[in-house]
């Protein structure tokens, strides 16, 4: 009898641990987890020399708004951070023909 407990014990956590697995890789494939820095934000605001209303148009959102998320009084959705993201990897010259074509 305590052979088949053991033995029950170990095929249920075999089968957690697989679950687990399959979590993670469910995550990978509806996309990268993104996280947020307040601080990050306004560096790279900083960085590229844009006003918080300049930067929310790139972003799709209110200059308040960037506030707001630097200051850390709210933060970004799951789809303003996949935009954050698209804007951080931009450079000068991306930003300024987004800027010219909006």
């Not at 993670?24 to 306004?42: C, I, M, P, W, Y």
Request: aromatic residues 4%; positive net charge.
């Amino acid at each position: 009898m305590n052979a088949l407990e053991k033995e029950l014990r170990r095929v249920a956590k075999g089968a957690t641990r697989s679950a687990a697995v399959s979590v993670s890789n469910d995550e990978a494939a509806a996309g990268a987890k993104r996280r947020f820095s307040a601080t990050r934000l306004a560096a790279h605001r900083a960085k590229l020399g844009l006003s918080a209303a300049i930067y929310g148009q790139l972003v799709g959102v209110s200059g308040q708004t960037i506030y707001h998320w630097e200051q850390g009084k709210a933060r970004p959705r799951a789809a303003q951070l996949e935009n954050l993201a698209s804007v951080r990897d931009l450079g000068a010259r991306e930003i300024a023909e987004r800027l010219a074509t909006q």
